[in-house]
């Protein structure tokens, strides 16, 4: 359903009993916002104000308080067209470049020491989503012998990502076969993106020549191409990272047990998590979802802001997960100043 309408002085005064509520976590009365925001009416004016806004959806009563809390609706309302625009301070530009810059060049490296920044910065969990591996060029394939009869295929991605696979032999294989077959690996298949990799690696092989003993060992890869590479891209990789949860678990919302385990339960659903994150990849700009908004009842009491990276052909999400208590005109942009200097550090 569409949002009501809201008269000026209900946006001034909506906008106020949101930015008491994320700074003080209490329920706002009339005449803490007189006195705090300077409406320029009278508290009684105020609790009118307040009162209609209940009426409409975006505030409510909790038990028997005096004041009210915005709800899912009011901060959706807030943030579509009350949120005033605020730059990301100097200094936290600064630590979240550095610490970023300095992550090292693996995409899960550089992904988590940001997440982690990013949580601490703001005081939230931090959380992002590595790319799709179908989407990721294969760079290298090396063969390591492991034992006479098994190998590890170690396949090097764009950004620094590895992946590796156990591969069974029929007896022991030769030292000149294993150079020669991964020898050939690589003249076929590096270049190509992993999804590329899974369809046509039989077909790139077939014609291959290579001398006797290593045709065994070229002959498994033909095979079992389907078996070898099914469990590096399944079908929905979930490759979330999280930040520290212990700096969203000393805000009011989570000091009560319940609170807590909700919290647990949120950092525990990786595939969830990941679920959500993935329908964000690819979409540009700043995705937001407020409470209620989510399909996932665990997220009912959280807020998911996250913007989207790049490298490459190669995209991702980075974020904060917090209680719908958000400070909306601080974390938004700031998230999306945390996934410019990811997709700069990537790209470079």
Same mark, same amino acid.
């Given at each position: 359903m569409p949002s009501p309408e809201l008269s000026d002085r209900e946006k001034k005064v909506l906008e106020a009993?949101? #930015?008491c509520y994320v700074e003080t976590a209490q329920p706002a009365g009339s005449r803490a916002l007189a006195r705090k925001f300077g409406l320029g009416v009278s508290p009684a004016t105020i609790r009118n104000t307040m009162s209609d806004l209940e009426d409409k959806g975006f505030l409510y009563h909790p038990h028997t308080s005096a004041g009210r809390i915005p709800t899912d609706a009011a901060y959706r309302s807030y943030v579509n067209s009350l949120l005033p625009p605020i730059a990301v301070a100097t200094a936290d530009h600064r630590k979240l470049a550095e610490v970023i810059s300095? $992550?090292?060049s693996a995409i899960d490296q550089i992904l988590r020491r940001a997440a982690q920044s990013l949580g601490v910065i703001t005081q939230e969990l931090g959380v992002a989503l590595g790319p799709r591996l179908d989407r990721s060029i294969l760079r290298r394939l090396d063969l390591v012998r492991l034992s006479s009869d098994r190998l590890l295929m170690v396949l090097t991605l764009d950004g620094g990502t590895m992946r590796t696979i156990f591969v069974e032999t029929r007896g =022991?294989?030769?030292d000149v076969a294993l150079t020669e077959v991964s020898r050939v690996l690589n003249e076929r298949l590096t270049d190509?993106?992993?999804? #590329?990799v899974r369809e046509t690696l039989a077909v790139r092989l077939r014609d291959a @020549?290579?001398?006797? =003993?290593? +045709? =065994?060992?070229?002959n498994v890869f033909i095979e079992e191409a389907d078996q070898l590479l099914e469990s590096t891209l399944p079908i929905d990789e979930e490759s979330v990272v999280l930040g520290q949860a212990s700096v969203l678990a000393e805000q009011p919302e989570f000091a009560s047990g319940d609170g807590m385990r909700r919290l647990v339960a949120l950092t525990e659903t990786r595939q969830q998590l990941g679920k959500l994150l993935?329908?964000? +990849?690819?979409?540009?700009?700043? +995705?937001? @979802?407020i409470g209620s908004e989510h399909d996932d009842p665990a997220l009912e009491s959280f807020t998911v802001v996250t913007a989207e990276y790049t490298a490459g052909s190669l995209s991702g999400v980075i974020g904060v997960i917090g209680p719908t208590r958000l400070n909306y005109a601080r974390i938004i942009p700031m998230v999306d100043y @945390? $996934?410019?200097v990811v997709s700069k550090v990537l790209g470079r």
């Open positions: 009993v949101i #930015q300095g $992550a090292g =022991e294989i030769a190509l993106t992993m999804a #590329q @020549t290579t001398r006797p =003993e290593a +045709s =065994e060992l070229l993935r329908t964000r +990849s690819g979409v540009p700009g700043i +995705s937001i @979802t @945390t $996934a410019k």
